[in-house]
């Protein structure tokens, strides 16, 4: 399967756990992507965390040796017609899922996760690992 695809945290999250699947999934991805709402999520956990400095040690490791997508004024755009649809809907999200799911429809990317809610939002392509 080859694509190119921003991760989710909670596929980050997995990588880090080593989960076999989704090492083996992004082996045949032709370009991976994080964005700075995913690290700021990461690094949020690490914080919580009972390993603050390996959890942030890794996190940061990951940051260097990924292509980081920010946010500008086309992702506002996104960002905004996504939320007003979802609201439309009835089917409000997680205002930093919002953001992801933006970065990714501006970027065109497939995003990687395994939350339910990102199936509902139009013009997004998702996969579950």
Not at 26 to 54: H, M, N, P, T
Not at 86 to 101: M, V
């Amino acid at each position: 399967m080859s694509g190119k695809y921003l991760l989710d945290t909670n596929i980050v999250i997995a990588l880090f756990a080593g989960e076999e699947a989704v090492i083996e999934m992004l082996k045949s991805a032709d370009a991976v992507f994080s964005c700075a709402i995913v690290l700021g999520e990461l690094f949020y956990g690490a914080q919580r965390s009972g390993r603050v400095k390996e959890n942030v040690e890794q996190i940061t490791e990951f940051a260097k040796s990924s292509i980081v997508l920010g946010c500008d004024a086309e992702t506002a755009i996104h960002y905004g017609l996504t939320k007003n649809c979802l609201r439309l809907k009835g089917r409000p999200i997680p205002e930093n899922d919002l953001w992801i799911a933006a970065i990714a429809k501006q970027h065109k990317l497939t995003l990687v996760t395994r939350d339910e809610h990102f199936f509902d939002i139009e013009g997004l392509t998702v996969q579950r690992w």
